[in-house]
Structure formats: C-alpha cells, structure tokens
C-alpha cells in the first residue's frame, strides 16, 4: 500500500518563513503560526507527492528547554489530527539539539518497517541526508520541501539526495506564518512588562506581552474548577505570589517560547498578570 508520511523541522519552517517575509530571521516571539493553516497545506503538498496514497501522519519537530512544557502553538500541534509532536531539545543559547537524529531515526525506522512508500521532508538541514540515503535502500521515495530561496536556505547535497524537490513561495509561507510589526521601546508602567535594555529579546515589549499571556492562558485552562479555586485562595492569602507549583512550570514554558530566562521585574510583571488572568 502506498502511504506517505511527512516530517517537519519546525525551527526551519520558523526561521526562513520569518526571512522570506521580513528579510531576515526573526525571534520567536515576533511570529505568530496558524497551525491548522500549515498542517492542511502540507496534506496538500503529501497528495501531490504521492497522489495514490495514504496519509500516515504529520511528524512535527521542535525544541523544548530541559524542565519546560509545549507552549500553545506546540500543544495546537500535539492535539490535531493525523500529526504527532516530537521534542528535542533547547540548550541555554536558544539552539535546537537532538531535532535531526529525531527525524532520521523516525524515518529510518518507518522505512525499515515498511509503514511508508513516500517521505515529505521540511528541512535544510545536511544532517537529514543520511535519513534520506538509508529510507531510500528500503524503497522510500523522499521528497523534499522548501522555502524561498529553498537552494539557499537547504543544503545542496540534501537536494541533491531527495527524489524530488519543491518549493513554498512567499504567497504560500504568508498563508500561515505572520511576523508581527518590531514595537518601539515602551513604558514598563504603560505595558505591565519591565523590558531590560540591551537583553536580546528588548526590541518588542508587545511581543513578549504575547508570549507571556499565552502561556498563562495554556496554564490556567489546564485547571478544573477544583484546582482553580483552590490556587485563587491560595493567591488571596499570598496576593503577590503565584503558587510554586504553577509558577515554575510556566516561567519554564515562558523561556522556551522566547529563549531566555525572564528578568526579575519581567517575572514580577509576569506573576502580576497570572494573578489577573486567575481572577478574570
């Protein structure tokens, strides 16, 4: 039977998505993902590689910093349908590790067991290509998608590898990947989060306010009513403190999706919009 499956290196799509668009790669809290969008278009992309088969499913690779949680955008992946949420991990400057040997040994391993007649890879990156080689000794057909300019942003001796190969152009990456506009330098008083100068993510208080607020959302809706009411007076009788066993794990979450640690008047603008959000 013919079956495809199809493998996203979600730091690539992030990174040349956010170049295409804005000239240069952007952080990840100024880019927002319509994951439903994204998913449904490389179905597409999977029936035109290999109009007779079957869709197994979309595996889709991202980092996360050691003690963290998904974040919103991850957890959206993780629940839909036909895709799977693979984790590797984020090191202390922000860099993906273990991402690659994640996807050649899942792709190695549907190959060998002959789940898959046809592969759809989303990566540039060379260390896929032994992946490729082995899946196509098991009969995998390997097909290889890009964003503009792919032969720029892809190694050429995984194009090269792949049978076939494709290209997202600017109309296509517009479609489920927005850069939000750069903020200018804000009033911590006005907009509730303290931005230290000269720190990497500065330049986009709004951004980060995004970043920050998402998560708290992620955090609060995971709370039955019990739990709920249990933290609201846990937070009457401590009003500036948000329970430990809520704030670590968010704060986690909060440095996976931005990239750093939080700095101390951050954490406490951030434990003040917790403390909001519960109330609401």
Not at 40 to 66: F, H, I, Q
Not at 72 to 101: F, H, T, W
């Amino acid at each position: 039977m013919l079956q495809i499956a199809v493998f996203v290196d979600a730091g690539y799509v992030y990174a040349q998505g956010s170049a295409l668009i804005a000239g240069q790669k952007q952080p990840r809290t100024a880019i927002a993902l319509n994951v439903q969008e994204i998913l449904a278009r490389l179905r597409k992309v999977a029936e035109d590689a290999c109009p007779d088969g079957r869709m197994l499913r979309t595996y889709w690779y991202d980092g996360l910093l050691r003690g963290g949680r998904p974040n919103s955008e991850q957890s959206e992946v993780a629940n839909a349908p036909l895709s799977k949420l693979r984790l590797g991990m984020v090191n202390s400057k922000g860099e993906q590790k273990g991402v690659d040997s994640l996807i050649v040994t899942d792709l190695i391993d549907l190959a060998r067991n002959r789940v898959i007649s046809d592969a759809l890879i989303v990566s540039g990156d060379e260390d896929i290509r032994i992946g490729v080689q082995v899946a196509q000794t098991f009969g995998v057909q390997v097909h290889l998608l890009g964003i503009k300019p792919a032969r720029g942003s892809q190694s050429p001796d995984l194009i090269q590898e792949a049978d076939t190969h494709r290209e997202w152009t600017e109309d296509d990456v517009n479609a489920f990947l927005v850069v939000r506009p750069s903020a200018p330098a804000a009033d911590p008083a006005n907009v509730g989060v303290a931005l230290q100068a000269g720190t990497a993510a500065a330049e986009e208080a709004g951004a980060l306010e995004a970043a920050i607020d998402a998560e708290i959302e992620v955090t609060i809706a995971q709370l039955d009513g019990t739990k709920r009411e249990s933290v609201r007076a846990a937070v009457r009788a401590t009003p500036d403190r948000v329970p430990p066993e809520l704030d670590r794990p968010t704060l986690a979450s909060i440095r996976n999706r931005v990239g750093r640690d939080l700095t101390d008047p951050e954490r406490k603008a951030f434990r003040a919009r917790f403390i909001r959000a519960l109330s609401k």
